[in-house]
């Protein structure tokens, strides 16, 4: 009787590659939602930000209701000039959320690349973790005694991250035992 074990390997470099491509999705989602939401209100309160003055009438024909008139454009062009600097507010947050977006994109794209043994995404992961492990020391040293913990797990990630790139990154992934022929040979 043959045995045929297969096993899958999970080994260093795929986990890493797991983590840039779950980062990537993680950040990159909430992004690409949060650009389209503030391009969109950017959009409507542009629309907003143009006031129809066409509504001014003579206070000397009017009197006071001429007066309470143009006092009601006034506040119209003023509440649609800030409507215009929320508009102009929004667009560069959702400009903000888009270059967010796209970093994502980079970081998920890092993912794929390790996962496929390219120089270029162990160079790039790599760069991607020696800054989170500069920030994460940043932190260390910069916060209270109390909150100095808080820092550490993102420095193990990105030094797990470093020496898989650096050491296990062309670790060869073992292939499945090759199956055994077993023959009975007169019992």
Known sequence: MSTHASAALITHRSIVSIGFRLSGVLVGAPAVAACV???LGALDLHHAAAPD?????SVRTYGVAGLLTDAGVGLDHMFGFLAGL?????????VLALIV????????????GVGRKA???????????VGLALTSLIAF????????AAPL????????????????????????PEAETATDVGG
């Open 153 to 176: 797990p993102a420095m193990a990630i990105a030094l797990y991250t470093l020496w898989t790139l650096i050491w296990r990154f062309d670790e060869p992934t073992l292939a499945a």
């Open 101 to 112: 977006a796209l970093g994502a994109a980079m970081i998920y794209l890092v993912g794929r």
């Open 119 to 129: 120089l270029w995404a162990r160079i790039v992961g790599g760069l991607f973790a």
């Open 37 to 39: 939401a503030l391009t």
């Open 86 to 94: 929320a508009a102009w507010l929004l667009a560069v947050l959702a």
């Open 53 to 57: 003055g066409s509504h001014m009438v």
């Open 141 to 148: 040293t910069s916060l209270p005694p109390r909150l100095m």
